[in-house]
């Protein structure tokens, strides 16, 4: 069964474009190389005067997720360079099984 894990993230306003290229950059290619990764959608918009930041992936089942998250598939994975960009650093991350 396949499954969805959803992240979030903001940046301040000025960082918005700068976040965003990090991402096509580093983040991208990190999951694309995972085994077990089916695709993905980044999602963004401004809100509140801040950059916000949704991330969807989408994996063939549980046990892939650990290859890229770790034994805690919960845990919200992070990059170095988030410190630079990200406002908060949200611990956990959703999941839902994809049913149709």
């Given at each position: 069964?396949?499954?969805?894990?959803i992240w979030?993230?903001?940046?301040?306003?000025?960082?918005?474009?700068?976040?965003?290229?990090?991402?096509?950059?580093?983040?991208?290619?990190?999951?694309?190389?995972?085994?077990?990764?089916?695709?993905?959608s980044?999602?963004?918009?401004?809100?509140?005067?801040?950059?916000?930041?949704?991330?969807?992936?989408?994996?063939?089942?549980?046990?892939?997720?650990?290859?890229?998250?770790?034994?805690?598939i919960?845990?919200?994975?992070?990059y170095?360079?988030d410190?630079?960009?990200?406002?908060?650093?949200?611990?956990?991350?959703?999941?839902?099984?994809?049913?149709?």
């Amino acid at each position: 069964m396949m499954i969805a894990r959803i992240w979030h993230g903001k940046t301040k306003i000025e960082d918005y474009e700068a976040y965003t290229e990090f991402i096509i950059k580093t983040a991208i290619p990190d999951y694309e190389k995972t085994a077990g990764f089916v695709k993905l959608s980044f999602l963004k918009n401004i809100k509140n005067n801040e950059g916000h930041f949704t991330l969807i992936t989408y994996w063939k089942n549980w046990e892939v997720i650990k290859n890229f998250a770790g034994e805690n598939i919960e845990k919200a994975k992070y990059y170095p360079e988030d410190e630079h960009f990200l406002l908060e650093f949200e611990e956990n991350v959703e999941h839902f099984e994809i049913f149709a």
